[in-house]
């Protein structure tokens, strides 16, 4: 069968190329020779000891405005919400009717004043008479009645004045402290003051504010011995993408201990001048319990949970890394505390531990300086290869 010359060609060119192809073959990429990552060395110092422990802000005084006298409300002088000072206005009730009081009492102190003082004449301007045999020993005993029933009717008449003022000052119900109003209950122009309106309001010092926590009563001799010693400082912070923080010192302790739950409440007082911190609120207490000596060291991110359990990669030194059980203390400034069978200098893998597992060869990319130093002596310089030999 003959072939077209066309095709002959191009199965020639076919040919060629096949045969060059096989002539230059070309290298694979080259594998990684393990996983990269990045270590660091446990390092050992004294770190402090701290204990977090839940706890609720409270304040130290929360009170009911209330409405003392009975009447109609004026004003509002404080919104809801706001922060009051000593002494602000917050509510007045209609005066008029107090006015009035105070007015009237007056006028009869004024009268019962005047018949005692008119009663003591008599009495006074009588009683030589009565020495002198001019008038009878009963009639000068009838004026020191009438003068001694004067005197006390004259005060009644004072205490019915003082408590008609006091009335009139009731009818100002004023913040006796700085603290946050809460929300009234009654508002300008309704009658308060009765059984069922006497509660205005209430008001809530925000600054200091106290944070109450319960640590064992296990603990609580350390905490007497630190107590007796001086201020114990605490961190307080709430929960949250921005949790609010404040530094305060305890200042008191329960009297018993808490047969229920075995606790002991303790009580710390902090600056609160922007009011973030609100009674109610729950926050973490954390005290500093002493300090633990030369306790091991690495970054936080470099442990790992596996079931209840926390590990780290440790590097061996062919490279290959195995996971170590540690037991955690504290985290210090992004450094876990911990014990366990490590020693200071080991190399531990801190940025690719997800990757990893048991037998894993790595490649350090990024702490060259953090490897041990070689514990062997340098290796001599090569000799001269002898002639002949393979190259």
Request: proline residues 7%; contains cysteine.
């Amino acid at each position: 069968m003959m072939m077209h010359p066309r095709t002959r060609i191009l199965l020639a060119s076919t040919l060629l190329a096949t045969l060059g192809a096989c002539g230059r073959s070309e290298a694979p990429p080259a594998r990684p020779e393990g996983v990269p990552v990045t270590t660091t060395l446990i390092t050992k110092r004294d770190v402090p000891v701290r204990t977090t422990y839940p706890g609720i802000v409270t304040s130290p005084r929360s009170i009911s405005l209330v409405a003392r006298v009975k009447g109609f409300l004026l004003k509002q002088g404080i919104p809801d919400g706001a922060v009051t000072k000593p002494g602000d206005v917050v509510y007045r009730i209609d005066p008029r009717q107090y006015q009035a009081a105070v007015l009237a009492a007056e006028g009869q102190l004024a009268e019962a004043t005047a018949q005692r003082n008119y009663a003591k004449l008599e009495r006074d301007r009588n009683e030589p008479l009565v020495k002198q045999n001019a008038i009878s020993q009963q009639m000068f005993d009838d004026l020191v009645t009438k003068y001694e029933s004067a005197q006390g009717q004259m005060e009644v008449a004072q205490a019915n004045l003082v408590e008609a003022k006091l009335n009139l000052e009731w009818c100002t119900v004023s913040a006796p402290f700085a603290g946050a109003l809460g929300a009234s209950e009654f508002f300008e122009g309704a009658m308060v003051g009765d059984a069922q309106s006497m509660q205005l309001n209430t008001l809530v010092q925000v600054d200091p504010m106290w944070v109450q926590f319960s640590p064992s009563s296990k603990d609580w001799p350390r905490y007497q011995e630190m107590m007796a010693k001086g201020p114990v400082t605490v961190e307080i912070a709430t929960d949250g993408a921005t949790p609010a923080k404040a530094t305060g010192r305890m200042i008191f302790a329960d009297n018993q201990v808490s047969t229920e739950t075995s606790t002991l409440m303790l009580r710390a007082e902090f600056a609160n001048p922007t009011g973030v911190f609100r009674a109610g609120v729950y926050a973490g207490v954390t005290v500093v319990l002493g300090e633990r000596g030369e306790a091991l060291l690495v970054p936080e991110r470099a442990a790992f949970a596996r079931l209840s359990d926390i590990f780290v990669w440790r590097v061996k030194p062919d490279d290959t890394v195995e996971s170590v059980a540690i037991k955690p203390i504290t985290v210090e400034d992004g450094q876990l505390a911990f014990t366990g069978s490590l020693q200071p200098g080991d190399r531990i893998v801190v940025d690719g531990i997800q990757r990893l597992k048991t037998g894993s060869k790595i490649i350090d990319t990024g702490a060259e300086a953090a490897k041990p130093a070689p514990s062997t002596p340098a290796a001599s310089p090569a000799k001269p290869a002898p002639a002949g030999a393979a190259k």
